[in-house]
């Protein structure tokens, strides 16, 4: 019984997850035909501006697995574990 309510419960977190990853494609898409057209009629810098601002936003929402298991909650943390991805030996290692 368990194990379906944890299966309902990741169903439902990967499709909010998938609802707002469309979401913010479509708003990125439309900004960027907006700056598209905007340059191609106006020829005004500012559009091209905005083009590059879009697609750096484009590349950092690309979705990844670590990402999508941050947003998702789907990484347990141990109370008191080192948040630190330097193992302490290398750490105290380089501590001056």
Do not use: C, H
């Not at 879009?54 to 670590?66: E, M, N, V």
Request: charged fraction near 20%.
């Amino acid at each position: 019984m368990k194990s379906t309510f944890v299966v309902e419960e990741l169903l439902e977190k990967v499709r909010i997850y998938s609802n707002a990853t469309n979401q913010r494609f479509w708003i990125l898409f439309l900004i960027s035909v907006f700056a598209s057209v905007g340059l191609l009629f106006n020829q005004n810098p500012v559009y091209t501006v905005i083009f590059a601002v879009t697609l750096i936003f484009f590349s950092l929402a690309k979705p990844s697995p670590d990402r999508m298991a941050r947003l998702m909650k789907l990484k347990k943390r141990r109370p008191g574990a080192n948040q630190s991805s330097v193992p302490a030996s290398i750490n105290s290692k380089l501590k001056i």
